[in-house]
């Protein structure tokens, strides 16, 4: 077995995450209370009873997806061999960072709620908005964003999978990518529930306010290569990782492009740790020969692994 962990992004939270982790393993425990003396509040309550839009705030929803997903990783990895590789998209490379030891959890926690406040704030007041388009090639997508900037800001913003694009920018030109989209025959093409066009130009505020943030942070070379969401390719080195976080505010993240090199590398078995299982989904449907798994709870722990189901408490 060749094994990458893999951890998802914002839009995979939901009222429940990581309670049973916490229920049932001191280690996930203590990691929310780790959190929670970063944040000043109840991470762990807010978890699990929300209310749902305290939740969804891009300021809270950040810390405590990469919290539920290191949750998660705690509990799995005693029962499984070090990874070769681990990525995470977008929100996630901060996950994959505190798994390679590259940055604290601490200063996870603190940069990552700064990133969502930051990322809220850069286009306060702007009409804008992003969308899903699938079953069109990305050189297709690409073309129509430019045609579409004829309106205003549109980019490609997260490439999925082979067949799933998203872009984003300003709502009258993503408006315009989508009547294009279905022009050219996309199966869907589907404006998005998200606050900001994350991963776009317009994210330069954020990115400038994001650099001075992490120039404070001490990272560290990853013990285990992360595969950078800009550039598809493992980050060894830390100043490059530093470097790196920067420009993915602004640029797209290349998961689909993360997948296909992870699985050249001999890539045969992906674990999604965290809320949700949109990355197995993607993975899955990508390479249809690879062993993919998530772990959210303690079932799909117990499938994961082959171990009886952990007792609550």
């Given at each position: ?6 951890f998802p ?9 990581g ?11 203590a ?21 749902a ?10 810390p ?9 990783l705690?509990?799995v ?10 990525a995470g998209?977008?929100?996630g ?25 930051f990322m809220q ?18 050189a297709?997508?690409?073309?129509i ?7 205003g800001v549109?980019e490609?913003?997260?490439?999925n ?6 872009v ?5 030109a ?7 989209a ?15 066009p ?34 598809a390719?493992?980050?060894q080195?830390?100043?490059?990782v ?10 797209p993240?290349?998961?689909a ?5 992870m ?27 690879a062993r ?5 709870d303690?079932?799909?722990l ?7 189901e952990?007792?609550?408490?």
């Open positions: 077995m060749r094994l990458a962990y893999v992004g914002q839009g995979a939270q939901y009222v429940g995450m309670v049973e982790m916490a229920e049932a393993y001191p280690e996930s425990r990691l929310f209370e780790r959190a929670s003396q970063v944040l000043g509040l109840d991470l762990l309550e807010l978890c699990a009873r929300g209310p839009d305290l939740l969804q705030q891009t300021a809270n929803t950040q405590a997806l990469l919290t539920t997903s290191l949750a998660c705690v509990a990895r005693p029962h499984l061999p070090p990874p070769a590789y681990v998209l977008s929100l490379e901060y996950t994959a960072l505190v798994a390679a030891g590259a940055l604290s959890f601490e200063d996870a926690v603190r940069v990552v709620r700064l990133r969502g406040i704030e850069a286009t306060a007041g702007r009409e804008v908005a992003m969308a899903a388009i699938l079953n069109l090639d990305a297709v997508v690409e073309g964003c430019r045609e579409a900037g004829k309106v549109c490609v913003a997260n490439y999978s082979p067949d799933q694009v998203v984003g920018g300003d709502r009258a993503v408006e315009e990518a989508i009547r294009l279905r022009a050219r025959g996309a199966r869907r093409a589907v404006p998005l529930a998200v606050s900001a994350f991963h776009t130009s317009l994210m330069r505020p954020a990115a400038e306010r994001l650099a001075a943030v992490l120039e404070e942070i001490p990272i560290r070379d990853p013990e285990v290569p992360v595969i950078a969401n800009v550039t390719q493992p980050v080195r830390g100043e490059e530093r470097r790196l976080l920067v420009e993915q505010v602004t640029r993240v290349r998961w492009q993360s997948v296909e090199w699985s050249t590398q001999g890539v045969d078995t992906f674990i999604e740790c965290g809320p949700g299982r949109v990355l197995s989904g993607l993975i899955r449907r990508q390479v249809p020969g993919v798994l998530s772990v959210e303690r079932a799909s117990a499938a994961a692994v082959g171990i009886p952990a007792p609550a408490g």
